[in-house]
T-cell receptor, first 114, second 118 residues
Framework: KNQVEQSPQSLIILEGKNCTLQ??????????LRWYKQDTGRGPVSLTI?????NTKSNGRYTATLDADTKQSSLHITASQLSDSASYIC?????????????FGRGTQLTVWP | EADIYQTPRYLVIGTGKKITLECSQT?????MYWYQQDPGMELHLIHY???????EKGDLSSESTVSRIRTEHFPLTLESARPSHTSQYLC?????????????????FGPGTRLTVL
């Protein structure tokens, strides 16, 4: 069964600290993996996208890694800011169908305290 | 910032009412989607469309219906709302990419409609 599991479910950190969010998936065949940021009451916004051949991708203070062999990804946030408080969703795409279906994790709820 | 819009942002309505959630995008994307999301849970695909006059049901069974008469517009309708329909509904769009173009199918999401049925 194709699944995307994220950990931790929630995380609280102090402003300025770093953190790492985890994503494990069983989706096959694998096409790409995205990390989205979803602010409360808003739609998700894409942060990074990685294909099979990429093992790291950065977007400002966000750095995503991908290990396609172990089917694991992480999102590292450096020098956190209050505006980083949001849900971070891992999304894996397959190419097993014409649609290129997306599998969503439940997200990690990050709270940054001053 | 993606040019995809949803109205209304919030809707509180009584049981049995007919509602239409609007979604429009100005990016010229062929593919459009409707997702349902409950608090703390993953997004579930309920409808999608490849283009004008194309509509398909998603993974999660839904009593709602959709239409795609124009490329930019993808409304979702509930003929008779029930409390079980209370949820957040997210609309998204993407380009119609093909094989070898994985970066072209990034989905751009609207802000969502928070529906509460009393």
């Amino acid at each position: 069964k194709n699944q995307v599991e994220q950990s931790p479910q929630s995380l609280i950190i102090l402003e300025g600290k770093n953190c790492t969010l985890q994503c494990n998936y069983t989706v096959s065949p694998f096409s790409n993996l995205r990390w989205y940021k979803q602010d409360t009451g808003r739609g998700p916004v894409s942060l990074t996208i990685m294909t099979f051949s990429e093992n790291t991708k950065s977007n400002g203070r966000y750095t995503a890694t991908l290990d396609a062999d172990t089917k694991q990804s992480s999102l590292h946030i450096t020098a956190s800011q209050l505006s980083d408080s949001a849900s971070y969703i891992c999304v894996v795409s397959d190419r097993g169908s014409t649609l290129g279906r997306l599998y969503f994790g439940r997200g990690t709820q990050l709270t940054v305290w001053p | 910032e993606a040019d995809i819009y949803q109205t209304p942002r919030y809707l509180v309505i009584g049981t049995g009412k007919k509602i239409t959630l609007e979604c429009s995008q100005t990016m010229g994307h062929d593919k459009m989607y409707w997702y349902q999301q409950d608090p703390g849970m993953e997004l579930h695909l309920i409808h999608y469309s490849y283009g004008v006059n194309s509509t398909e049901k998603g993974d999660l069974s839904s009593e709602s219906t959709v239409s795609r008469i124009r490329t930019e517009h993808f409304p979702l309708t509930l003929e008779s709302a029930r409390p079980s329909h209370t949820s957040q509904y997210l609309c998204a769009s993407s380009e119609l990419g093909g094989e070898g173009q994985p970066h072209t199918d990034t989905q751009y999401f609207g802000p969502g409609t928070r529906l509460t049925v009393l």
